[in-house]
């Protein structure tokens, strides 16, 4: 039985063309296999855009979950490629024997490296921090700070989860804190290298 709304995934996957389709999965496998941190939805929906797609974010984001998906599904179950081609055409009968090639190939060449990266990361699933930004700013007028004219730091965390989704996390700091956060992450550093 296949879901309305897989249904309305897998035929804007047919739209795409057969090369950016490709890019997209092979950036999704190159995840999967750990070489790669996370796959960027904005990316992906600027890269769509640019050729003239008129997929909306949402779309571009559900079409690389359902593909994230359907890999991860493929390696957890050992599927050969002919078996996750199989899988998609019974789950649904909308996927483009274009698609269906491409990610056949794809899973021959990735599927093992995929299956093996899965396996290492089921024992340790943790996030990762992907980048940090951090900028100093002054505050000069506010309805409810009594304190002006202090600086303070906004800091901008881009971090990876397992399921390969990008997040960011944002927050504020005095100076003092921010001091102490730089100190705590200096010491992190310096054990990991020692691992």
């Given at each position: 039985m296949e879901l309305s709304s897989d249904v309305a995934v897998v035929e804007n996957i047919g739209k795409l063309p057969s090369d950016m389709f490709e890019g997209t999965c092979h950036?999704?496998?190159?995840?999967?296999?750990?070489?790669?941190?996370?796959?960027?939805?904005?990316?992906?929906?600027?890269?769509?855009?640019?050729?003239?797609?008129?997929?909306?974010?949402?779309?571009?984001?559900?079409?690389?979950?359902?593909l994230l998906f359907n890999f991860r599904s493929a390696a957890k179950t050992?599927?050969?490629?002919?078996?996750?081609?199989?899988?998609?055409?019974?789950?649904?009968?909308?996927?483009?024997?274009?698609?269906?090639?491409?990610?056949?190939?794809?899973?021959?060449?990735?599927?093992s490296l995929v299956q093996t990266h899965q396996e290492l990361q089921a024992v340790a699933s943790i996030g990762q921090l992907v980048d940090i930004q951090w900028k100093l700013g002054m505050a000069v007028s506010s309805d409810t700070c009594r304190s002006l004219n202090s600086p303070y730091i906004s800091v901008l965390m881009k971090i990876a989860d397992t399921s390969g989704e990008i997040s960011y996390k944002s927050f504020e700091m005095t100076v003092l804190q921010f001091q102490n956060f730089y100190r705590q992450f200096k010491e992190i550093a310096s054990v990991l290298e020692t691992v």
């Open positions: 950036e999704i496998l190159l995840h999967l296999e750990g070489k790669r941190s996370a796959v960027d939805v904005v990316e992906n929906y600027q890269k769509f855009q640019r050729a003239g797609m008129t997929l909306d974010w949402k779309a571009v984001q559900d079409i690389i979950r359902l050992k599927l050969t490629a002919d078996g996750l081609v199989t899988k998609l055409g019974e789950c649904s009968s909308k996927w483009s024997k274009s698609a269906l090639q491409v990610m056949h190939q794809l899973w021959t060449e990735h599927g």
